[in-house]
Every structure is written in structure tokens, then in C-alpha cells.
């Protein structure tokens, strides 16, 4: 069974950093690409940042770009977002996910961690 489990959130005052982490189990991910969205309150859920499998290529909102960076550890299942500079508008409900893979349909989601970013 496909696990995916996030640490690293909580509370920060503007211009604090984070880092995000999501271990991944249940198989081998090495050909999934990773990334996190994020929901704030009564808003959708939207993309933050994706990475491929290789870890040769990333993608960002243009709200987080410049701030935020995304890497992944094939060896560990781990993708990390490493937040820097962060903004009251920030603040949401992280959530990590694997896949699909090329081919491939499915797409699995962690439970969320809460970031926090007081002003």
C-alpha cells in the first residue's frame, strides 16, 4: 500500500523559512515525478511545485518562484520544499504527491501538514 507522509510544518513569522519533507513507501518511486499544492482557506487547491523523476526539472507558480525550492532523494522516496522568505499568503494546507507516472493514471496524495505565516 502506497504511503505517503509529510513533516515539517507549523508556525513562522513572515520572512522565516521552512522545509517540507514527504517520505514516500509501498514501492519504488524512481520513475514518479513528486511535488506538493497547497489549499488555503476557502480557496482551491493549487499547484506549488512539481520535480521529475531524474530531479533535472522543476516547476513553480509564479507566487513561489525565486522563494521556494524543490528537490527530491531517489535513494529515500523523500521529495523536500525548502520555503524561504515567506508571506502571510503562504499559509495553507501543504499536501506532497507521487505520480502519475509516464503511462500511467494514478496519483497518490499525502494527509497535509499546516504552514502557518504570521505577519
Known amino acids: 500500500q502506497v504511503q505517503l507522509v509529510e513533516s515539517g510544518g507549523g508556525l513562522v513569522q513572515a520572512g522565516g523559512s521552512l522545509r517540507l519533507s514527504c517520505a514516500a513507501s509501498?514501492?519504488?518511486?524512481?520513475?514518479?515525478?513528486m511535488g506538493w499544492f497547497r489549499q488555503a482557506p476557502g480557496k482551491e487547491r493549487e499547484f506549488v511545485a512539481g520535480?521529475?523523476?531524474?530531479?533535472?526539472?522543476?516547476s513553480y507558480v509564479d507566487s513561489v518562484k525565486g522563494r521556494f525550492t524543490i528537490s527530491r532523494d531517489n535513494a529515500k522516496n523523500t521529495v523536500y520544499l525548502q520555503m524561504n522568505a515567506l508571506k502571510p499568503e503562504d499559509t495553507a494546507v501543504y499536501y506532497c504527491?507521487?505520480?502519475?507516472?509516464?503511462?500511467?493514471?494514478?496519483?497518490?496524495w499525502g494527509q497535509g501538514t499546516q504552514v502557518t505565516v504570521s505577519s
Open positions: 504527491y507521487i505520480g502519475p507516472r509516464a503511462g500511467g493514471n494514478t496519483r497518490y
Open positions: 509501498g514501492r519504488t518511486f524512481s520513475n514518479y515525478p
Open positions: 520535480i521529475d523523476w531524474s530531479g533535472g526539472s522543476t
